[in-house]
């Protein structure tokens, strides 16, 4: 008898292969040692269209609204037919007397898996592989450990529940909206809201009315202080003539020791917003590169929110600092005493710690990887080493300062001891990288006298809020509904980490945001949605709410049934409210400029236009759209232009000569076809030439 284990990624499944010694390859699976090792690619598996419930949904119709399914149904997803259909005869072979689901440990990956194992009707015994690294021994340990598949019957409910929610959302809203204004509008229980966000600060930065003040200065050598603000030049300028080559006299020093205590470890989300911070990288950049190395044995499971390690991994990690200290070019000639207590607490571990490296490291040639993995690499490396650091001691002076009767400001500080300040600044200095600009070490104490002074007068502005970066709006939407809890309440928050980045890129896939330089700047069309849109569908708090439910069903405290009942109610109450609308609110929408017509729609055969970001149907009442980002065609070296759109359009598939194989690096020849979109992005095969 055989086990039938499941990864979810190939590279993945090759890896468990390698450990469980099955090294027989047939077509889509591995095989030996008692074991075949199969693979999903992403999402086999999906919820039905609405059209699939019923052929009158193909029309988007407000008397069709709300469409909340009595029994939900799946499909089979278009491209991956043939890796289920290996994967249903694997489930189903005599020689099979269990399957291991081995899919990504968290939320989505167990209902990647589940998905698959209902589909197939399978009813074979199921056992559950949860690991967060991808070592070999942890691959051992892991399936040492096996826990019966009901265990995660709960955290299989809240991704189902997750995925019925986001149907119900998206599907209701964005007919409804869309009928209501005639225009093709997309509504997601999750994006919308972080959008509010991006609008919400752009509106307030475009309301902001700035003044100007002005300070008068003294300076002396490093000293450089400061009176409260002037409304008047004059004014200021009058104090600084007052105390041009004037002494001054230390008044009032108010001296306070503080203590600043290490970062914590990395979870997903402080490692995209440092990354974003220093380097510039998306949150979805830094997720693919943190995946990657993931995969090739280097980091931990990188989709956790947690930034502690459990208890038991004390010893490990002191190896681990070793290592690091001997293996990261930036560390040399570094020295402190790490006290690792400060990075463990089981108690604040659910699924998965924090994110870091593993031990493969020291065997790995650092050098070889590409850059932006081996940025991130250093990154999660310097941060074990921060967490685990002293904590930065210093004194905070703030003084007052009197010259010529005149009153001025100074803060500055001396440090007492650096702790992991040592660590942060090899690291900055190792990639280049500018401190931020720090109050002064200055020696003050007072009566101490100084001058003679010179003066001057600075002019300023008071400054508006700051656009949203992806570092500060990943802060953001992990905050959203947090206002009153303490730090060590459990968290609220838009999405999850393993979410937020496809968030932020289908914002801008779908036109409603734009990059300028590092800031998320809302379009003409993003603000005309949120605009029209109510509050329960754009509220951030709501939408919190509903994020800790699903928490909750996983936990199995909440039942999905009262968490989908509240949704449902939502929208039949929101059809019943938006029965009609003014023309003056349909006038929102008018006035754009209509794209050029490149071709027909193979789904309904109205005209396709070309958009800022996509190739998209006329008809509001078809989803069709082809995006000019398309990130199939992107991996594969290729841009979805006006000139592949219409050959897609006329012919539905093209010859490509100059593929490469992400593997191999070699070049190939295939045909990239386009398959059946339903109401969603349209999906692409390969298929390869006979040899």
């Given at each position: ?577 938006y029965q009609g609308i003014s023309e003056e609110k349909k006038n929102q929408f008018q006035g754009k400029a ?98």
């Open positions: 008898m055989k086990a039938l284990v499941i990864a979810e990624k190939p590279s993945v499944a090759m890896a468990l292969a390698s450990v469980l010694g099955a090294r027989t390859r047939k077509d889509g699976y591995v095989e030996g040692n008692g074991y075949i090792v199969s693979w999903c690619v992403g999402h086999l598996v999906g919820l039905c269209d609405a059209s699939e419930y019923d052929e009158k949904y193909k029309k988007w119709r407000y008397e069709d609204l709300p469409i909340v399914p009595e029994c939900w149904k799946h499909k089979i997803l278009e491209g991956t037919k043939k890796q289920f259909g290996i994967l249903k005869k694997l489930m189903r072979d005599s020689e099979v007397n269990e399957v291991i689901c081995a899919t990504d440990a968290g939320r989505e990956g167990e209902l990647i898996f589940r998905l698959v194992y209902e589909q197939a009707g399978c009813r074979k015994p199921m056992k559950r592989l949860w690991i967060s690294s991808m070592e070999e021994q942890a691959i051992k340990d892991g399936f040492a450990s096996l826990k019966d598949g009901s265990y995660y019957d709960s955290l299989y409910q809240s991704a189902l529940c997750r995925a019925k929610a986001d149907w119900l959302v998206g599907i209701n809203a964005s007919r409804l909206f869309s009928v209501l204004y005639n225009q093709n509008l997309k509504v997601g229980r999750v994006q919308t809201p972080t959008l509010a966000m991006i609008v919400d600060r752009n509106q307030k930065i475009k309301e902001f009315t700035k003044e100007k003040y002005y300070m008068a200065h003294i300076k002396f050598d490093d000293m450089d202080a400061v009176t409260e603000h002037f409304q008047k030049k004059e004014d200021a300028d009058r104090v600084a003539a007052d105390c041009m080559e004037r002494m001054c006299e230390v008044e009032k020093d108010d001296v306070k020791e503080k203590t600043v205590r290490p970062p914590k470890l990395y979870d997903l989300t402080t490692l995209q917003r440092e990354a974003n911070r220093i380097f510039g990288y998306t949150a979805q950049q830094t997720l693919d590169a943190v995946q990657e190395m993931y995969e090739q044995k280097l980091v931990t499971y990188p989709r956790t929110d947690s930034q502690y390690l459990t208890d038991e991994m004390g010893d490990s990690t002191e190896t681990l600092i070793q290592m690091l200290l001997g293996k990261m070019s930036y560390a040399e000639g570094l020295e402190y005493q790490p006290d690792v207590s400060k990075v463990l607490n089981s108690k604040k571990v659910s699924d998965h710690h924090a994110i870091i490296p593993t031990m493969e490291v020291a065997r790995a040639d650092i050098g070889e990887l590409k850059e932006r993995s081996r940025k991130i690499l250093y990154l999660i490396s310097a941060r074990v080493l921060t967490a685990t650091a002293d904590p930065y001691i210093y004194e905070s002076h703030k003084c007052q300062i009197t010259c010529n009767y005149h009153t001025f400001y100074l803060t500055a500080k001396k440090t007492k001891q650096e702790g992991f300040k040592a660590i942060e600044n090899k690291l900055k200095q190792f990639f280049g990288v500018k401190s931020e600009k720090e109050e002064p070490e200055l020696d003050i104490w007072d009566g101490k006298h100084y001058g003679p002074c010179d003066s001057f007068v600075s002019e300023h502005f008071t400054q508006p809020p700051k656009q949203y970066t992806e570092d500060t709006l990943l802060s953001a939407m992990e905050r959203a509904g947090n206002e009153e809890l303490t730090e060590d309440t459990e968290k609220k928050g838009l999405g999850t980490p393993a979410t937020r980045a496809a968030i932020i890129e289908k914002l801008i896939q779908s036109g409603f945001v734009k990059r300028e330089k590092k800031n998320l700047v809302p379009t003409d069309d993003g603000n005309v949605l949120i605009t029209v849109l109510p509050d329960e569908i754009k509220s951030p708090k709501m939408t919190a709410e509903w994020e800790m439910a699903l928490n909750h069903i996983a936990q199995n405290t909440e039942t999905a049934d009262e968490f989908l009942n509240g949704i449902t109610e939502l929208m039949q109450e929101l059809v019943a409210r209509k794209g050029e017509v490149i071709g027909k729609c193979p789904r309904c055969g109205a005209d396709v236009r070309e958009g800022k970001v996509n190739f998209y149907c006329s008809d509001r009442n078809c989803a069709f759209t082809l995006w000019k980002n398309d990130k199939f065609l992107a991996s594969q070296g290729k841009k979805m232009d006006k000139v592949a759109a219409k050959k897609f359009l006329s012919k539905g598939k093209i010859h490509y000569k100059d593929l490469v194989s992400r593997k191999t690096g070699r070049q190939y020849e295939a045909t990239v076809e386009m398959v059946d979109p339903g109401e969603g992005n349209v999906q692409f095969n390969l298929s390869f030439p006979q040899r």
